[in-house]
């Protein structure tokens, strides 16, 4: 069993629709979360970060963390076209500094 | 705004070839990683260094790749020689501090090897 898990999609939704993304964890040492977006042929971009439990918001993406689940989420408020990517989430611990990835969903937003 | 840079963008070699990829992290950043992803997969980490010096390297195949930091600012990964299997992202990242999280990658080389 993989320590991330995350569904592959891929997920495919109409313009201004919500994205709904998530990842679960078995490694309860985990204390950092990010959310990282790639566009094809390209190095992930770093969208999201927090730390331990807890939402937080930017723009149009906001990122969930339920430790006692080990389940994070990402969402897309109103999709453009331009949010057409694959999301991988990402994972550390406090004193563990690699970063574990899961397998990306990739997502089209249709115009 | 500042960027990892690497290059190059792709390559493409035969196999028993060597093959060297750079990488110049972010200004100020101490913290320098190697990836490898594969297609439909989430990046794995390969080396790790702080600075100059190694901090991980237990998921690199020593036997063929060798990474260096010289001066503790960009870095060198090379492969010698390439497998077919090594067809792959090779993304590099780095970081303000050890530990901490937050990295940012470089666009990464496409490497094919035939």
């Known amino acids: 069993q993989k320590e991330v898990e995350q569904d592959p999609g891929p997920l495919s939704v109409p313009e201004g629709a919500i994205v709904s993304l998530n990842c679960t964890y078995s490694n309860s040492a985990f204390q950092y979360f990010m959310w990282y977006r790639q566009y094809s042929r390209k190095g992930p971009e770093l969208l999201m970060y927090t730390y331990s439990s807890g939402n937080k918001e930017d723009g149009r993406f906001t990122a969930q963390v339920d430790k006692s689940s080990k389940y994070i989420s990402l969402f897309i408020r109103d999709s453009q076209p331009s949010d057409s990517a694959t999301y991988l989430c990402?994972?550390?611990?406090?004193?563990?500094?690699?970063?574990?990835f899961g397998a990306g969903t990739t997502v089209t937003v249709r115009a | 705004e500042a960027e990892v840079a690497q290059s190059p963008r792709y390559k493409i070699t035969e196999k028993s070839q060597a093959v060297a990829f750079w990488c110049d992290p972010i200004s100020g950043h101490a913290t320098l990683y190697w990836y490898r992803q594969i297609l439909g997969q989430g990046p794995e980490l390969l080396v790790q260094f702080q600075d100059e010096s190694v901090v991980d390297d237990s998921q690199l195949p020593k036997d063929r790749f060798s990474a260096e930091r010289l001066k503790g600012v960009d870095s060198t990964l090379k492969i010698q020689p390439a497998e077919l299997g090594d067809s792959a992202m090779y993304l590099c990242a780095s970081s303000l501090y050890l530990a901490k999280g937050e990295q940012y990658f470089g666009p990464g080389t496409r490497l094919t090897v035939t």
């Open positions: 990402a994972m550390s611990g406090e004193s563990d500094y690699k970063l574990s």
